[in-house]
């Protein structure tokens, strides 16, 4: 395999690789570095890339096992799971505020819920994967994704109108 085949096959999903280890990882810094790490084990491994029917699906399960293995190393003790892919540019002030504080409360949210649950938004509401290759990476079935999808989301949807309507935090 080329060099231009290659980045053909992997180029289109190299950010879908880096958003996901920054969800994981939080630090910009160590997400680069996941990515790098990622893109360079499969450029290692160009030859058997072809084998694979599904060379995206492959990248994002490397890159969830890469970044846990992270977080569970000695180094990475303070590392922990935040959102920040909002931005809406040309809205009034208080209007951003708000979307920025609802932001803030869904990642403080999201931050609280049981690691599978994490990674299955993530993939789902964010990366946009579909159920079957969510179920792939995450070696669940397709069943099992969807009912922890539907309770993280009702967990969400739960405690963010419970601090819009009453301050709870």
Known sequence: ??????????????????RLAKRLLVSTEEAEDATQEVLLKLWNNKKKI????????????????????KLKSKQAQNLKIVHSNYEEKNT?????VELNDSVSWVA????????????IIQLRDIEEYDFDE????LEMNNTAVR????????????KLTNTHNYGIK
């Open 1 to 18: 395999m080329t060099q231009k085949e290659f980045l053909n096959i992997v180029m289109p999903f190299k950010d879908k690789v880096f």
């Open 50 to 69: 072809a084998e694979y029917r599904n060379v995206e699906a492959f990248s994002m399960t490397m890159t969830k096992n890469y970044c846990f293995d």
């Open 92 to 96: 009034p002030l208080q209007k951003q």
């Open 108 to 119: 403080k949210i999201i931050e609280d819920l049981p690691e599978q649950q994490k990674m």
């Open 134 to 137: 969510i179920a792939k990476m």
């Open 147 to 158: 009912v922890a999808l539907s309770r993280a989301r009702k967990t969400i949807r739960e």
